[in-house]
């Protein structure tokens, strides 16, 4: 299991359209991904529950990535989030 | 008759028959289902038609507003696929044993109450998404083709609001105007509409919706608001002595094309337009700029995901120049900073944004990222007549640095043997009080001046320009801008150097003849605002002493 944490520095924060390419590269890979926020956490393919949790400019959010390509799958999510987000 | 007053987000008038959309909510069936099974496969057919339904509306989308704008139904597809929506579908058929079009509306209601719920407004608005796919979803599933309204020429479509994919689907030709209940002036109808040129009313109210039938006459005035359903002899009269005058308003307009622009004692000045892309070239070929004073290059910036490369930029100022034939371009460079983000800066975040780390200053901190720029300009400059300027100056070191950049460019193309054209003007924005105050000193180092207002005036009132309760004392006409704006003309024309404006007082009407009077050479306006500019000029004499006013 990995973790790492990031601070948003999209103006608009998790908006629709990052969720969805958030939720994009998500399902390539095998393992579970969950975005944390304080008491909020869900599955990073789920761009409804993404988008609900209202993830906003300056917020630090918790990524935990479990399972068998968990290595390749954090690096894909990190770089995702510092091209995007 | 019925009046009805709202906002008008396009000045143009027009009479037709009411189209209604989505009038009402429909109800939707709740039954007992048997076969539980058979349901949940029904959800599965329904969703696929849905999503192959999408597919054609982003492809449509794609070239009516380009990618930007359409990947809102890329999401579109993502949330009807969302597991979670999926599963809620799914756990009301099982769970309640009922048809799958009311699992459909009980997850659109819980989805889209879910958003509303949510403290921002940008995230409460994603609660119309949810229920245009449900929507979908459950017209998919009935087998229902969506009420077209009426068809034919000069159709009004009313509506308590427009969802993006249903001002797609329009027939566009068909509609002369829109109304609608709510909306803002930055909805898609809004948008829309001055795209198309025709007139839109919005936020009418719930009242308005409920009174108007498909087929009854509809006038709409998008100047004043009004909207009058079902107009009686002398309304209909009124209206329509009012769409001749803004007809023959808008055909002088047009007879204005192709003319000079030339004061009535002879003085020709440079009428042109601000662009932010090549998409707005169309639109300055067709109100006759004389040529572009403002090509906001930033945009590509903004558009691309990481720094726009050489060859990608030169293929976009060749494509500028030679679609003006001739005509001076003066592209600006690079003007980013803290409120425009482009990710892949890495720009920290700032407490002050507008007077903090951006465009020249930026620039030649990375002078990498600089000198690609200038590299493509250089190099499209054989295209066409290309002036370069550049943005945010303060002192004549920038200018001279940013000088010394570019006579490096030239001797590394020279060396390359890549050719350019020798006689690119380089200027500089004046918009900052600092380079207007110190204008005589900065006029001998280029070879001209562009006045950005909308700096010059947040700077000069320190009054931020994103701050909606300083509107009020940020007096555009404020004599301290005007005295800066006159200054700085007359250091130009001191050193034999012209001076022009491109922020938004350039298309300020009732200022055009006192910039004439200051000696101002060259005004940069949106496309649109050109022939009304023109018209201006063409009817100021200036040997004659000003009307007092």
Same mark, same amino acid.
């Given at each position: 299991?990995?973790?790492?944490?990031?601070?948003?520095?999209?103006?608009?924060?998790?908006?629709?359209?990052?969720?969805?390419?958030?939720?994009?590269?998500?399902?390539?890979?095998?393992?579970?991904?969950?975005?944390?926020?304080?008491?909020?956490?869900?599955?990073?393919?789920?761009?409804?529950?993404?988008?609900?949790?209202?993830?906003?400019?300056?917020?630090?959010?918790?990524?935990?990535?479990?399972?068998?390509?968990?290595?390749?799958?954090?690096?894909?999510?990190?770089?995702?989030?510092?091209?995007?987000? | 008759?019925?009046?009805?007053?709202?906002? @008008?987000?396009?000045?143009?008038?027009?009479?037709?028959?009411? &189209?209604?959309?989505?009038?009402?909510?429909?109800?939707?069936?709740?039954?007992?289902?048997?076969?539980?099974?058979?349901?949940?496969?029904? =959800?599965?057919?329904?969703?696929? &038609?849905?999503?192959?339904?999408?597919?054609?509306?982003?492809?449509?989308?794609?070239?009516?507003?380009?990618?930007?704008?359409?990947?809102?139904?890329?999401?579109?597809?993502?949330?009807?696929?969302?597991?979670?929506?999926?599963?809620?579908?799914?756990?009301?058929?099982? /769970?309640?044993?009922?048809?799958?079009?009311?699992?459909?509306?009980?997850?659109?209601?819980?989805?889209?109450?879910?958003?509303?719920?949510?403290?921002?407004?940008?995230?409460?608005?994603?609660?119309?998404?949810?229920?245009?796919?449900?929507? *979908? +979803?459950?017209?998919?599933?009935?087998?229902?083709?969506?009420?077209?309204?009426?068809?034919?020429?000069?159709?009004?479509?009313?509506?308590?609001?427009?969802?993006?994919?249903?001002?797609?689907?329009?027939?566009?030709?068909?509609?002369?105007?829109?109304?609608?209940?709510?909306?803002?002036?930055? &909805?898609?109808?809004?948008?829309?509409? *001055?795209?198309?040129?025709?007139?839109?009313?919005?936020?009418?109210?719930?009242?308005?919706?409920?009174?108007?039938?498909?087929?009854?006459?509809?006038?709409?005035?998008?100047?004043?608001?009004?909207? %009058?359903?079902?107009?009686?002899?002398?309304?209909?009269?009124?209206?329509?002595?009012?769409?001749?005058?803004?007809?023959?308003?808008?055909?002088?307009?047009?007879?204005?094309?192709?003319?000079?622009?030339?004061?009535?004692?002879?003085?020709?000045?440079?009428?042109?337009?601000?662009?932010?892309?090549?998409?707005?070239? @169309?639109?300055?070929?067709?109100?006759?700029?004389?040529?572009?004073?403002?090509?906001?290059?930033? %945009?590509?910036?903004?558009?691309?995901?990481?720094?726009?490369?050489?060859?990608?930029?030169?293929?976009?100022?060749?494509?500028?120049?030679? $679609?003006?034939?001739?005509?001076?371009?003066?592209? *600006?460079?690079?003007?980013?900073?803290?409120?425009?983000?482009?990710?892949?800066?890495?720009?920290?975040?700032?407490?002050?944004?507008?007077?903090?780390?951006? $465009?020249?200053?930026?620039?030649?901190?990375?002078?990498?990222? %600089?000198?690609?720029?200038?590299?493509?300009?250089?190099? $499209? &400059?054989?295209?066409?007549?290309?002036?370069?300027? %550049?943005?945010?100056?303060?002192?004549?070191?920038?200018?001279?640095?940013?000088?010394?950049?570019?006579?490096? /460019?030239?001797?590394?193309?020279?060396?390359?043997?890549?050719?350019?054209?020798?006689?690119?003007?380089?200027?500089?924005?004046?918009?900052?009080?600092?380079?207007?105050?110190?204008?005589?000193?900065?006029?001998?180092?280029?070879?001209?001046?562009?006045?950005?207002?909308?700096? +010059?005036?947040?700077?000069?009132?320190?009054?931020? *320009?994103?701050?909606?309760?300083?509107?009020?004392?940020?007096?555009?006409?404020?004599?301290? =801008?005007?005295?800066?704006?006159?200054?700085?003309?007359?250091?130009?024309?001191?050193?034999?150097?012209?001076?022009?404006?491109?922020?938004?007082?350039?298309?300020?009407?009732?200022?055009?003849?006192?910039?004439?009077?200051?000696? /101002?050479?060259?005004?940069?306006?949106?496309?649109?605002? =050109?022939?009304?500019?023109?018209?201006?000029?063409?009817?100021?004499?200036?040997?004659?002493?000003?009307?007092?006013?």
């Amino acid at each position: 299991m990995i973790n790492f944490s990031y601070t948003i520095k999209d103006k608009l924060g998790i908006h629709a359209r990052p969720a969805g390419m958030l939720a994009k590269v998500a399902k390539v890979y095998k393992s579970n991904i969950y975005i944390e926020k304080g008491e909020k956490r869900a599955l990073a393919t789920k761009i409804i529950a993404i988008m609900g949790m209202g993830i906003h400019y300056g917020d630090t959010v918790t990524i935990t990535v479990d399972g068998e390509d968990e290595n390749d799958a954090s690096e894909a999510i990190k770089n995702f989030m510092k091209e995007n987000l | 008759m019925l009046c009805f007053k709202g906002k @008008g987000v396009y000045g143009a008038i027009s009479i037709g028959v009411v &189209s209604l959309l989505n009038k009402t909510e429909e109800i939707i069936p709740r039954f007992s289902v048997e076969n539980v099974e058979n349901e949940l496969r029904r =959800v599965d057919k329904a969703r696929m &038609s849905a999503i192959s339904q999408l597919d054609e509306i982003y492809k449509k989308a794609l070239t009516e507003v380009g990618e930007t704008g359409a990947q809102i139904f890329e999401i579109h597809k993502m949330m009807l696929e969302d597991e979670d929506y999926c599963e809620a579908i799914e756990n009301t058929i099982k /769970i309640q044993r009922v048809n799958a079009e009311y699992a459909v509306s009980i997850a659109s209601d819980s989805f889209s109450s879910m958003f509303e719920g949510m403290d921002d407004s940008y995230m409460q608005a994603r609660a119309s998404d949810v229920r245009d796919i449900s929507l *979908r +979803l459950i017209d998919c599933l009935m087998d229902r083709k969506k009420n077209k309204g009426e068809s034919g020429n000069n159709i009004v479509i009313c509506a308590t609001d427009l969802a993006p994919s249903e001002t797609v689907t329009l027939d566009k030709n068909s509609i002369c105007g829109f109304a609608t209940s709510y909306g803002s002036v930055n &909805s898609h109808t809004s948008i829309l509409a *001055r795209n198309m040129n025709i007139p839109a009313v919005i936020g009418l109210g719930d009242n308005f919706i409920t009174s108007v039938q498909n087929g009854d006459t509809i006038a709409i005035n998008g100047y004043t608001g009004e909207v %009058f359903i079902n107009p009686d002899d002398n309304a209909l009269k009124e209206i329509n002595r009012l769409i001749e005058e803004d007809k023959n308003k808008k055909h002088l307009l047009e007879t204005l094309r192709g003319k000079e622009t030339i004061t009535l004692d002879g003085k020709k000045i440079k009428l042109y337009a601000n662009i932010g892309g090549v998409d707005n070239l @169309g639109s300055v070929l067709y109100n006759d700029a004389d040529g572009i004073g403002l090509f906001r290059s930033e %945009f590509i910036y903004l558009e691309s995901r990481d720094y726009p490369s050489e060859n990608e930029q030169f293929a976009i100022y060749k494509r500028v120049l030679e $679609a003006m034939s001739g005509k001076r371009v003066i592209i *600006r460079t690079l003007d980013i900073g803290a409120d425009k983000q482009v990710d892949y800066f890495d720009l920290k975040k700032e407490e002050n944004p507008a007077l903090g780390y951006r $465009a020249i200053r930026i620039c030649l901190d990375r002078p990498n990222v %600089f000198k690609t720029q200038l590299r493509a300009l250089f190099r $499209a &400059s054989i295209y066409g007549n290309l002036s370069i300027m %550049f943005p945010m100056i303060i002192s004549p070191d920038e200018v001279r640095s940013a000088l010394s950049i570019c006579d490096e /460019i030239k001797k590394e193309l020279d060396s390359e043997s890549i050719r350019y054209a020798n006689d690119i003007e380089i200027g500089i924005m004046i918009e900052t009080p600092a380079s207007a105050v110190i204008s005589d000193t900065l006029a001998p180092l280029v070879d001209f001046f562009s006045i950005g207002t909308n700096d +010059l005036i947040q700077y000069t009132l320190a009054c931020d *320009r994103q701050n909606p309760l300083l509107e009020k004392f940020a007096d555009t006409h404020h004599e301290a =801008v005007l005295r800066l704006i006159k200054y700085t003309a007359d250091c130009a024309h001191a050193h034999g150097k012209w001076v022009g404006i491109c922020g938004e007082l350039a298309s300020d009407t009732s200022l055009t003849e006192r910039f004439l009077r200051m000696g /101002i050479d060259e005004l940069s306006v949106s496309p649109t605002f =050109v022939l009304p500019i023109r018209k201006v000029i063409r009817e100021t004499d200036l040997s004659k002493k000003e009307a007092t006013k």
